[in-house]
């Protein structure tokens, strides 16, 4: 892993460190349960990995962590830009980086972070112009990889999923495609309770529907922020205790991503009704039907 450049190691999460979305951790034991050797006796296919698509903001990159939590993998980042520029763009050096990467990953038996996968998957099309099909040959191998290889648990994030193509997330890339949508009342609840007993406070002593009311719209990174805040106006007045009244005078005073980029939401919201992608919060389709394996 030194060697590449390509790969980092990152430290798994509990799976209480997320708060709210229970469909998804759910997803997430159910695929650590098809890499079991009962279930290969079984003749039960391993999970080839799941697809999150969703706002920044919204924890995909969290759950990540929290996979390798429950999968008892490492989670092992790549990183699509160091093997483009591995070798000074000398022809063949990403091809060779990206073998490199993947040989790695699947002899640790891990888990492939993708994040931001529609970034990775840029400059697919204008390959032959701009560089001589390089980046093109280097992105049909991982595409390829993904489609072929059954030991690594690939896990991928992706904000703006317009920029991504059919056959970059075609039946049999990944297991199956979850949008990540902004979290429920109940889901606001868990994630105040989650940073509050994070930072050593007790989050029965907190009204935390009251809280998740205020949140409407917000996502897990904005309910962080104000209870950080929050936990920052008590020390400056004095070190005095928490209260409810902080952490609400600040979510009042922060206007959330969803009311800036509504169209986007929307667009986002359609793009996961059209691929029957599984909604992290309801535990269906976001077109409502039944969950449905990609």
């Given at each position: 892993?030194r060697?590449?450049?390509a790969?980092?190691?990152?430290?798994p999460?509990?799976a209480?460190?997320?708060?709210g979305?229970?469909h998804?951790?759910?997803?997430?034991?159910?695929?650590?349960?098809?890499?079991?050797?009962?279930?290969?006796?079984?003749?039960?296919?391993p999970?080839?990995?799941?697809?999150?698509?969703?706002?920044?903001?919204?924890?995909?990159?969290?759950?990540?962590?929290?996979?390798?939590?429950?999968?008892?993998?490492?989670?092992?980042?790549l990183?699509?830009?160091?093997?483009?520029?591995?070798?000074?763009?000398?022809?063949?050096?990403?091809?060779?980086?990206?073998?490199?990467?993947?040989?790695?990953?699947?002899?640790?038996?891990?888990?492939?972070?993708l994040?931001?996968?529609?970034?990775?998957?840029?400059?697919?099309?204008?390959?032959?112009?701009?560089?001589?099909?390089?980046?093109?040959?280097?992105?049909?191998?991982?595409?390829?990889?993904?489609q072929?290889?059954?030991?690594?648990?690939?896990?991928?994030?992706?904000n703006?999923?317009?920029?991504?193509?059919?056959?970059q997330?075609?039946?049999?890339?990944?297991?199956?495609?979850?949008?990540v949508?902004?979290?429920?009342?109940?889901?606001?609840?868990?994630i105040?309770?989650?940073?509050?007993?994070?930072?050593?406070?007790?989050?029965?002593?907190?009204?935390?529907?009251?809280?998740?009311?205020?949140?409407?719209?917000?996502?897990?990174?904005?309910?962080?922020?104000?209870?950080k805040?929050?936990?920052?106006d008590?020390?400056?007045?004095?070190?005095?205790?928490?209260?409810?009244?902080?952490?609400?005078?600040?979510?009042?005073?922060?206007?959330?991503?969803?009311?800036?980029?509504?169209?986007?939401?929307?667009?986002?919201?359609?793009?996961?009704?059209?691929?029957l992608?599984?909604?992290?919060?309801?535990?269906?389709?976001?077109?409502?039907?039944?969950?449905?394996?990609?």
């Amino acid at each position: 892993m030194r060697q590449t450049g390509a790969l980092t190691y990152s430290h798994p999460e509990s799976a209480d460190h997320l708060g709210g979305y229970a469909h998804l951790r759910g997803l997430l034991h159910e695929a650590a349960a098809t890499f079991s050797p009962s279930a290969r006796a079984f003749g039960v296919e391993p999970h080839k990995g799941l697809l999150l698509v969703g706002l920044p903001g919204c924890g995909k990159d969290l759950c990540a962590k929290v996979a390798a939590s429950v999968l008892g993998r490492p989670l092992l980042n790549l990183d699509m830009a160091a093997i483009m520029g591995e070798g000074g763009g000398i022809i063949g050096s990403a091809a060779t980086s990206i073998r490199r990467a993947l040989s790695i990953a699947t002899t640790l038996k891990g888990i492939l972070g993708l994040s931001e996968f529609e970034k990775g998957m840029g400059g697919l099309h204008s390959s032959a112009r701009s560089d001589g099909g390089e980046t093109a040959r280097t992105i049909g191998f991982l595409l390829n990889w993904m489609q072929e290889q059954q030991d690594v648990f690939v896990f991928a994030t992706a904000n703006d999923v317009r920029q991504l193509a059919p056959e970059q997330i075609r039946q049999g890339r990944f297991g199956q495609i979850v949008f990540v949508d902004l979290p429920s009342p109940e889901d606001r609840a868990a994630i105040f309770r989650v940073h509050l007993a994070r930072r050593a406070r007790d989050p029965e002593a907190f009204q935390l529907e009251e809280l998740a009311a205020a949140s409407d719209g917000f996502s897990g990174a904005e309910i962080e922020a104000a209870v950080k805040s929050a936990l920052l106006d008590g020390y400056l007045d004095g070190a005095r205790q928490l209260t409810t009244d902080d952490v609400l005078r600040r979510v009042r005073s922060i206007r959330p991503t969803s009311e800036v980029k509504r169209e986007d939401i929307a667009d986002l919201r359609r793009w996961a009704q059209e691929h029957l992608a599984i909604d992290a919060v309801r535990g269906e389709t976001a077109s409502g039907e039944r969950l449905l394996e990609f």
